[in-house]
């Protein structure tokens, strides 16, 4: 095989990867929720700001009272354990994800 068949082959393959990732049905869910989550932190930073420049220094309290109320959750599926009973797994807030998937992009803790 030569070096010019060789990048056509990686090209063709990268080509495929990126097609299939893209006909996942949950794809759009996903990076739907990425970028809800990020808009979500960034709008509740936007309150506190604009919040604090009318009313002067807010409590931690209440700024993390907003953080809560505008951060979006992934709602687990109510699944149904092998004895029959009903279970829930935890929510996971999206900017626990977000700050997850960064401290693994840049190898920090």
């Keep these: 095989m030569t070096a010019a ?3 056509a082959l990686s090209r063709y393959k990268i080509h495929e ?3 299939t990732f893209l ?4 794809v759009p ?3 739907g929720a990425f970028i ?3 808009l979500g932190v960034k709008l509740a930073e936007d309150i506190i700001e604009d919040l604090e420049s009318r009313v002067g220094k807010v409590s931690k309290q209440i700024k993390d009272g ?12 109510l699944i149904t ?20 998937a ?5 190898g920090e803790d």
């Design 81 to 100: 354990t092998p004895s029959g009973k009903p279970f829930r797994p935890p929510s996971v807030k999206i900017s626990d994800l977000l700050d997850y």
């Design 29 to 31: 869910t996903v990076i």
């Design 36 to 38: 809800g989550g990020f």
């Design 66 to 77: 907003i953080t809560e109320t505008v951060n979006l959750r992934i709602q687990a599926p």
């Design 102 to 106: 960064t401290a693994q992009l840049t």
């Design 17 to 19: 990867n990126i097609n």
């Design 5 to 7: 068949e060789r990048d």
């Design 23 to 26: 006909a996942n049905e949950n």
